[in-house]
């Protein structure tokens, strides 16, 4: 089932969580609505689902109006970040409770239940566990016995709010990995809201980026990581180092330093630049060419990347990713003065709003 999202504005008093806000979601997409705590990206999610409803604008579901819907006309599934599993029940009822509320016409008879309950606690990989209760579960095996209840209905639509948001940084990673492969598998429209960039990347087929209430940028995870649209998006996925000068000549000016950004900049007398860890060449102080002068504060060595903080000339700070190898082998360490020199900058006029 498709999604659009049309001209939605959401205000709670004097807060206005969400300001003219458009989406289109096609049907099988698994999409993740990313941001700062704040942002409006929850309230977007209950908004599409039913359980609040906007000030103004519409939510389609396949082309029909469903703003004035009830949630249980919308055939969405829902999971939220705590579970909110039944504790008096065990997994195979938990699973089952949403078919066994239907309205008698429209419930399955107790062989079909089971039949179907099975089937999904199989596809989550936790059919022995169907005995049990929630307290006996892991934060891991939770998270996937409250997304088989939500799909135990046949959802057109599922929603999940930060779905791991309450696990560990070790099962997260298993489980948006498993996420992504279950959804290769059913295909069921998914919208997952999280402020974890790299789950947003790892996971999604596209990420809406959204800040303040509104949507900075629409896109496939690589578009958005390696082409910004705009300053709020260059600086809140992933780590930036910061330049302030002024364009011209195809060069960034930063102090006395010049740094090539490309004929297709305009002259301004105030910009910003946006340069990546990684997009550094990191050189001793005496080496041809131009590049930035700073000097090495901390190395920190783990696995096969090394991270460098360094200190430039008027004290702001840079960090650097380089292979240990490469630092190795230039002979590089904590006190020594060096020249940084970016490979790709990108340049946004000042003025333009950077990451809450």
Known sequence: MSIAVRNIRKSFGAFHALDDVSIDIPSGELVALLGPSGCGKTTLLRIIAGLEYADQGQILLEGDDASDRHVREREVGFVFQHYALFRHMTVFDNVAFGLRVKPRRFRPNEAEIRKRVTRLLDLVQLGWLADRFPSQLSGGQR??????RALAVEPKVLLLDEPFGALDAKVRKELRRWLRQLHDEIHV???FVTHDQEEALEVSDRVVLMNKGKVEQIGAPDEVYDHPATPFVASFLGSVNLFHGRVEDGHLHVGDHALVVGSEHDATDSAIGFVRPHEFDLLPANAPGKGLPAKILRVIAIGPMAQVELTRENGELLEVSVLRDTLAALGLREGDAVSVRP??????????????
């Not at 998270?143 to 088989?148: F, G």
């Not at 490979?343 to 809450?356: P, T």
Request: charged fraction near 20%.
């Open 143 to 148: 998270q996937r016995i409250a997304l088989a």
């Open 189 to 191: 429209t998914s919208v």
């Open 343 to 356: 490979r790709h900058i990108r340049v946004f006029q000042s003025g333009e709003k950077l990451a809450a």
